[in-house]
């Protein structure tokens, strides 16, 4: 996924003049083709993301497209200020890629973690918060992203992962993916949890529970229209995120369902608690600990029905 | 610390000299400003007035009809608090009415206590969180840069605001890539809120930091309107290294008893005695 979403950055800048890329302090040879072909527009400015910010945040008041990518935390926390300040006041163009989302570097532990992202990205004015389910998609949100007027936050998931995503799927910023009609329950993901959550209607289907996914790539703007019109009717709501269950997207569809005054059904929040996470392992072995791998999903539906 | 240089010594003297009547009517459109606020960072807006004038007067290229025009040159003031020292010129070149001061700070004004960018036409960055400017402001001269234009960036900051570690992340940057069209100006006056810097945070040996971190690094009187005026004529825009001016000033400027007192840093609220004061300090400076 990441290296689909920079080969994009590079096919985007070979047809709009205004595209540059920057990067901190990436991994070898990255995005080398493009630095290659056009050096002007390529720029690697070391471990300073605060100024890696406010820099993409000049050339845009200037009218060029900076796409930045660093890891989800430093593209973040790090330089929080830098990003609501320079990028969200001023309402700029700028793409933040952010690598490794949620769980993604279970191995290096929580520095490397990001699991407050959504939150902490959705409250900025302006921004938009985006974690697509594949590659193929991210392809599509790339695409979209040229022409978005403010700034993007774009959260990467680990890269391999199965592709969920059809062509035909009309992809837009800002507007949900219905993957799997609803019946007794409608499960809401975004990002790595949505594949999660299409294996667990599976499982859920055999016991002959009818459940939907909604796959809400876009955590801000959020498709209330979706929300409204998928949600009366259904026994349970069950939203699934690689995140705290602090301000995430569960948070947002509750904000979004109470203040547009509907009715809830019994709703279950799937994501990590309010605490640092205390072990390595895998993004898989994380997801089991905090109950979001298919089968957990599955019998966390059930025991909600029953 | 090292030596105080000549330069220092004499821009500690500088409230020695008379204003002339430019500096002065510039400072009048400051405090016309604060008394429309009955607020303001007095000390931190008069210190870098001639700076100021010098690069609105005779160095920057604008057109206040077209405050965006593409091949104007860009100034960022990083120090936002002493956002009334730029509304002064702004006034004074016609991108904004007179009149305008008056409203400082009010509920339906344009000027707030720290510039904003989609509000007042010629304000390029909304500044006020410290810190930022420098690497806007290379990232503004890397955008002429990509878009082959001979567009020049100065950036104004304040020398408690580089305390921040951002200024010296954006110093690297700038050395790297050469900017040899960006200025950076530190408003050298030695306060900060607290204190003096020396107490709060030394700086010194500062021309040297700059340098070390691959720029031209200059020392200047900030006050002395034909030095910078020499000075901003004499930099190779087109040479291989960004500039730093190192523009040694008096905080406060113009109100005698203000000059280099701490507690001038910013008023938020004047007594009628104070107005009546500042006013008139002015008139005999």
Known sequence: MRNTSLNKVHELAQKDSRVVFIGSDLGVGTLKAMKAEMPERFFMEGVAEQNVIGMAAGMAMDGLIPYVNTIAPFITRRCYEQVAVDVCVHNLPVRLIANGGGVVYAPLGPTHLAIEDFAIMR???????????????????????????????IRLAKGGDPVISQPTDDFKIGKAILRREPGRVLMVSTGATTERCLKAADILAEAGITAGVLHMHTVKPLDCEALKALVPGRDLLVTVEEHLLAGGLGSAILECLVDCGVTLPKVKRLGLPDSFTKEYGSQDSMFETYGLKAEQIATTVRTALA | MSQESAIRQAARQAEARPLDNRSKHLRRLVVEGLLGGGRGHIGSSMSPIEILRVLYDEVMRF???????????????????????????????????????????????????????????????????????????????????????????????????????SVWEAAMSAGKHRLSNLVAIVDYNKIQSYAFTDEVQPLDPLPEKWAAFGFDAIEVDGHDVEALSKLFRELRYDGDKPTAIIAHTVKGRGVPFAEHQPSWHHKNKFTDEEVRAIAAALEDA
């Open chain 1, 123 to 153: 409250a900025l004015p302006n921004m938009a918060v985006v974690a697509v389910s594949d590659a193929e998609e991210m392809k599509r949100l790339m695409d979209a992203s040229l022409d978005w007027k403010g700034p993007i936050y």
């Open chain 2, 63 to 165: 057109d206040p009809a077209q405050p965006k025009w593409t091949g104007r040159d860009r100034f960022i003031l990083s120090k936002g608090h002493g956002c009334l020292a730029q509304y002064a010129l702004l006034v004074d070149k016609g991108f904004i009415a007179r009149e305008t001061l008056g409203t400082f700070c009010k509920k339906d004004s344009i000027l707030g206590g720290h510039p904003e960018a989609n509000k007042i036409p010629g304000v390029e960055a909304s500044t006020g969180a410290l810190g930022h400017g420098l690497s806007i402001g290379v990232g503004m001269a890397l955008a002429a840069r990509v878009q082959k234009r001979d567009s020049r960036v100065f950036v104004v900051m304040g020398d408690g605001e580089i305390n921040e570690g």
